[in-house]
């Protein structure tokens, strides 16, 4: 199960979410996404249990607690919406006659 997980300090780092997880249950997998331009956190990530019992449980504990000095939310996460990438293409000139 993919776990949601905002509200993350920027100094939160994945080994730090990680082991706030497992003392839930095996984690597979923590990703805490970052800003492309400036390589700072964004403040959130997800986690990936393959229990969805441990991570159910998980996500009782930890949603509201803190981690780091702040209080994150943590959530089963909404799956991606289909049809790839984000954002339209456009642009172009278009010529009038």
Do not use: C, K, W
Not at 79 to 94: A, E, H, M, N, V
Request: avoid cysteine; charge should be negative.
């Amino acid at each position: 199960m993919r776990i949601y997980v905002g509200n993350l300090s920027f100094q939160t780092t994945e080994d730090n979410l990680r082991t706030a997880f497992e003392a839930h249950g095996e984690v597979q997998e923590v990703a805490i996404v970052m800003d492309r331009d400036t390589g700072r956190s964004r403040g959130f990530g997800f986690v990936t249990m393959p229990d969805s019992g441990e991570a159910n449980a998980a996500i009782e504990a930890i949603n509201g607690s803190e981690v780091d000095g702040r209080t994150v939310n943590a959530s089963e996460a909404r799956p991606r919406p289909s049809g790839g990438g984000g954002g339209g293409g456009g642009g172009g000139r278009r010529d009038r006659y």
